[in-house]
């Protein structure tokens, strides 16, 4: 199976709510990690990435957090606006000399008026 | 600066045809990945080059294939379409290879009938 995965397909957020979107992954071994947006139409949009070394890293507007001890990874989006209205994937580089990225099946967000 | 950028955006093909898919990596970026995103799924690896060279390969059949040219661009080749082959095919690009994040095109919509 995959070995990263979102936890809930859809999110619906309310506009100006805080947004949490929840990853696990099963690799200990990964050590590199990607969120992106992907809007209808387009291809995934680079939000923002992180190391193993690092626990959190911020962003505009958004932040990443990494636990490593359950192997849990999240986004949290500020102030959710309708522009926010997408599916976010997760993705993990499962080998540091690997090239590629393994994503999750993604997490519709939608936000209400 | 312009992006990924892919040709054709929309394709549709018969099954046992062959398809040609091309990309342009970012002004300077050096790595060219190619993954295929099923609707309602998440994108899978497919292959990655730098420097001319395959760095890596997904689990896909060797219907398909891919080079990347001296100015970085890329093609991918997929021969004896089936069904199954329908899927939006990404091309991404990064400075060298997952050291850096993949910045992806709008994909090549391809229908086989």
């Known amino acids: 199976g995959e070995s990263v995965g979102l936890h809930l397909p859809t999110l619906s957020v309310q506009e100006g709510d805080n947004s949490i979107i929840n990853c696990a992954y099963s690799?200990?071994?990964?050590?590199?990690f990607i969120w992106y947006k992907q809007e209808s139409g387009k291809g995934p949009q680079f939000i923002i990435d992180i190391r193993s070394n690092m626990d959190k890293r911020q962003g505009q507007r958004v932040t990443v957090l990494l636990n490593k001890t359950v192997k849990h990874l999240s986004l949290q989006i500020a102030a959710t606006q309708p522009g926010d209205s997408a599916v976010y994937f997760c993705a993990e580089n499962p080998l540091s000399n690997d090239y590629k990225l393994s994503f999750g099946a993604g997490t519709t967000v939608t936000v209400r008026a | 600066d312009a992006g990924v950028t892919q040709s054709p955006t929309h394709l549709i093909k018969t099954r046992g045809q062959q398809v040609t898919l091309r990309c342009s990596p970012i002004?300077?970026?050096?790595?060219v990945s190619w993954y295929q995103q099923v609707l309602g799924q998440g994108p899978q690896f497919i292959f990655q080059y730098y420097e001319k060279e395959e760095r890596g390969r997904g689990n896909f059949p060797d219907r398909f294939s891919a080079r990347q040219f001296p100015n970085y661009s890329s093609e991918l080749n997929v021969n004896a379409l089936l069904l199954g082959d329908s899927a939006l095919y990404l091309c991404?690009?990064?400075?060298?290879?997952?050291?850096?994040?993949?910045?992806f095109g709008n994909g090549t919509r391809l229908t086989v009938t």
């Open positions: 002004s300077g970026h050096k790595s």
């Open positions: 991404a690009s990064s400075l060298r290879g997952m050291d850096s994040p993949l910045h």
């Open positions: 690799n200990s071994a990964s050590d590199y």
